[in-house]
């Protein structure tokens, strides 16, 4: 049985950090066991160590304030990551603009709220709300240098319902992240 050991990044609220802990922490997939093997975030303030401590799972702060450019989070950040060897690294809600001095090193997924190509950048959520479209969704990709720009892993739509309010949209590409960002994973881990 082979152990794939995987490292989460995370900025605030943790929820797909969370989810995927509960999906593939400790779990066997034909000739894999999945280990989480730390959660890192850059934020001290992050509610998503909570989730991390009440789960059991390592968690690391690296806080990005405490370097004077991106490149030397970023090559701090990388070390970190390195020390567990993860054969694949996640981010999850990481609201960080990455350098190639991450991108060159580290194999990682980024789970982004919109049905990319569109809506890439921080507000994707409230663009597809606010768009003339009848879908929405969310996609998995693996990260590259340029912003929610890599090949794409996975993808779901939803359809927009007559009169729904932001909130319960919102809710609803949520609860679409916590089910395809697992299941993406574990088909990167397969290939
Ligand atoms: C998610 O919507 C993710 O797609 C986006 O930031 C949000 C993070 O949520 N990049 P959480 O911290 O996982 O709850």
Known sequence: MKT???????SGEGSNMESIIHALHGKE???KRIE????ITN??????????KR?????????????ETREEFDSALCKLILTYSP?????????????????????ALNIHPSLLPLFKG???IRESFDSCMKVAGVSVH?????LDSGAIVAQEAISKIDGEDFLSFKERIHALEHSLYPAAILKVLET
């Not at 989480?36 to 959660?39: D, F, G, N, R, T």
């Not at 054969?87 to 990455?98: C, E, N």
């Open 36 to 39: 989480i093997s730390a959660v």
């Open 29 to 31: 997939f034909n000739d």
């Open 142 to 146: 693996f990260v590259s240098e340029e």
């Open 87 to 107: 054969s694949i690294t996640i981010l999850a809600g990481f609201m960080r603009i990455l350098t190639p001095v991450f991108t060159s090193q580290i194999r």
């Open 43 to 52: 934020n001290p303030d992050a509610n998503g160590i909570n989730r991390a």
């Open 122 to 124: 921080a507000h994707a």
């Open 4 to 10: 794939c050991r995987l490292v989460i990044l995370f």
């Open 55 to 67: 789960l059991g799972i390592q968690c690391e702060v690296l806080n990005h304030r405490d370097f």
